[in-house]
C-alpha cells in the first residue's frame, strides 16, 4: 500500500547527539514536510522541501537540519544544537505544487532526550 | 498571514450527544480547509475537506461547512460514539497549495 513510512518509531538520545530521523514514502508526492508537535500544542513547521534538491527553513528550524537527494526520501537531523528536542515529530506530503490537496502524514517519531 | 483558531478543548461529551467544534481562519484568497482527526501515539488522518466556499465536507457522520462570510468552517457530527475520542485539529492550506496552517486542536473524549 502507498503511504509514508517514518522510523524509528521511538527513539532516545543522549544530550549533546545529533540523531536522524527517517521519513520515505510510495506516492509519488512531490512536497513533504516535517513538523514537531509537543503536548497541547499544535503543529510547528521544522522545514519543507517541494523538489528535489531544494528546501525551506519553517517557523522553527533551529537546531534541524535535512536533506532531500532522492524524491521519497526527506530525513530529519536533530542536532545537539537544538535544546529541547523531546517532542513528537511529524512526516507529512502532498502530491502537486500548487494544487489544493491535502497533507498526508506517517504515523510519527517520539524522541526523547535522556 | 494565514492562520486557524479552533476551539480550545478538551471537550468530554456523554454518547449519542451532539458535538461541534469551532474554527475560524484568516486568509488572502481562498484557501482549501481541511479538519484532521488525531488518534493517541498516531499521525493525523484526513476526516473532511472543503475547497470552496459553500462546499460540505463529510465522512463518518462527520460534517463541515466551508463559510466565506464569517470565515469558518466548523465540525459538527450529531451522534457521538466512544470511537470518536480523538484530538481533532481545523487546518487550512493557502492559495499556493504549498503552506498548511493548524489549529491548535481540541481534545475530544466521548464517556459510555
Known amino acids: 500500500d502507498g503511504g509514508i513510512t517514518q522510523s524509528p518509531k521511538y527513539l532516545f538520545r543522549k544530550e549533546g547527539q545529533n540523531v536522524t530521523l527517517s521519513c520515505e514514502q510510495n506516492?509519488?508526492?512531490?512536497?513533504m514536510y516535517w513538523y514537531r508537535q509537543d503536548p497541547g500544542q499544535g503543529l510547528r513547521l521544522i522545514y519543507y522541501s517541494q523538489i528535489v534538491n531544494d528546501f525551506q527553513k519553517g517557523d522553527i528550524a533551529e537546531g534541524y537540519s535535512v536533506s532531500r537527494e532522492k524524491k521519497e526520501s526527506f530525513p530529519l537531523t536533530v542536532t545537539s544544537a537544538q535544546k529541547n528536542p523531546t517532542a513528537f515529530y511529524l512526516c507529512a506530503s502532498t502530491p502537486t505544487q500548487g494544487a489544493a490537496g491535502e497533507l498526508f502524514f506517517g504515523e510519527g517519531s517520539r524522541l526523547t532526550v535522556l | 498571514g494565514d492562520s486557524v483558531t479552533q476551539m480550545e478543548g478538551p471537550v468530554t461529551l456523554s454518547e449519542e450527544a451532539f458535538l461541534t467544534i469551532n474554527c475560524t481562519y484568516t486568509a488572502t484568497g481562498y484557501p482549501s480547509l481541511f479538519w484532521y482527526v488525531q488518534y493517541p501515539g498516531e499521525g493525523l488522518q484526513l476526516l473532511l475537506k472543503a475547497t470552496k466556499a459553500d462546499d460540505k465536507g463529510s465522512n463518518k457522520g462527520f460534517e463541515a461547512t466551508y463559510r466565506k462570510e464569517t470565515t469558518s468552517f466548523h465540525l459538527e457530527k450529531g451522534s457521538v460514539q466512544v470511537s470518536d475520542s480523538a484530538v481533532y485539529f481545523c487546518?487550512?492550506?493557502?492559495?499556493?497549495?504549498?503552506?498548511?496552517?493548524f489549529g491548535t486542536g481540541t481534545s475530544l473524549t466521548v464517556i459510555p
Open positions: 506516492l509519488n508526492h512531490d512536497a
Open positions: 487546518a487550512l492550506s493557502d492559495k499556493t497549495g504549498n503552506q498548511f496552517y
